[in-house]
């Protein structure tokens, strides 16, 4: 029997209900290029496997592999990458004109580095449904003004349509654990609402603006934005980076970077 390991973020989805609202939510359907992330004992990859005949995990913990294939071996072919999905390149795994669809319930101890690194190959992925801590899921997918906003809500909805699914409670998992967990839906825009001439500068200025969060614009980004730019782009730097909209770091990133 395994024991669920803490160092690889391991809980176990077991309550049946749960799972098929999961499944349900990804809707996988035949031909389409899947890849789930930490598949551990198969309690996603076996339903989603009866569907698809097959798909692709990539599993970090070895010792749950040769199970896990045992399991999903009368489904279909099973591609498992035994490696650290941070240092997954999406990109290469695109195979074919097929964009991606990447799902998993998550290690919760590395989920906001994934995202950000989900993020780098957003161009080759169709969609994301994620099971994570409910408090990073509120932040992926939280508005403008409230309190979840921050660098993280800048970065993923500057590139994707972000929507929280449903909660799921503790008791759904083995260990359970301490925090309650959300299923979310991330969708690459094809067309973006709005682009940053260089995403560089934009990544770096989200940073800034969020460096210290009880502090105005004005003052997270004084060696960055003149002040006589505000008044150009009709920004008030007295607000605080977490009421304002992704558009206006947008905004605020090709002034900046037109002036360069
Ligand atoms: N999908 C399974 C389920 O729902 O029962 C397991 C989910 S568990 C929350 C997270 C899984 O991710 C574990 O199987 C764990 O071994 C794996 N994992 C942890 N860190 C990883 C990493 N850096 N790269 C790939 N897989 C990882």
Redesign the pocket.
């Known amino acids: 029997m395994h024991i669920p390991?803490k160092r690889?973020?391991?809980?176990?989805?077991?309550d049946q209900s749960v799972?098929h609202r999961i499944v349900h939510a990804i809707a996988p359907s035949r031909g389409e290029h899947l890849i789930?992330?930490?598949?551990?004992?198969?309690?996603?990859?076996l339903p989603l496997m009866k569907q698809m005949h097959e798909m692709e995990v990539?599993?970090?913990?070895r010792d749950?592999i040769d199970e896990l294939s045992s399991r999903v071996q009368p489904f279909g072919r099973l591609q498992v990458h035994n490696?650290?999905?941070?240092t997954?390149d999406f990109t290469a795994a695109r195979s074919d004109d097929r964009l991606l669809r990447v799902v998993?319930?998550?290690?919760?101890?590395?989920s906001t580095p994934?995202i950000f690194h989900l993020l780098d190959h957003a161009a080759v992925i169709k969609d994301m449904v994620f099971?994570l801590q409910k408090e990073v899921a509120d932040r992926l997918a939280a508005a403008p003004g409230s309190h979840a906003y921050g660098r993280l809500s800048v970065m993923v909805q500057y590139h994707c349509e972000a929507t929280h699914l449903f909660d799921v409670a503790p008791s759904a998992?083995y260990p359970p654990?301490k925090v309650q967990s959300s299923i979310i839906r991330l969708r690459p825009y094809a067309k973006r609402p709005c682009v940053a001439n260089d995403e560089k500068h934009f990544e770096t200025l989200v940073k800034a603006a969020f460096a210290t969060r009880r502090k105005t614009l004005r003052n997270n980004l004084k060696t960055m934005v003149p002040d006589e730019l505000w008044t150009v782009l009709n920004i008030d730097p007295g607000l605080r980076a977490e009421v304002l909209p992704v558009s206006d770091f947008v905004r605020l990133s090709n002034a900046l970077t037109e002036k360069e």
């Open positions: 390991r690889f973020g391991q809980h176990f989805l077991c799972i789930e992330i930490g598949p551990g004992q198969g309690a996603m990859t990539i599993e970090l913990d749950l490696q650290d999905v941070l997954f998993g319930n998550l290690p919760y101890n590395i994934l099971m998992f654990p």
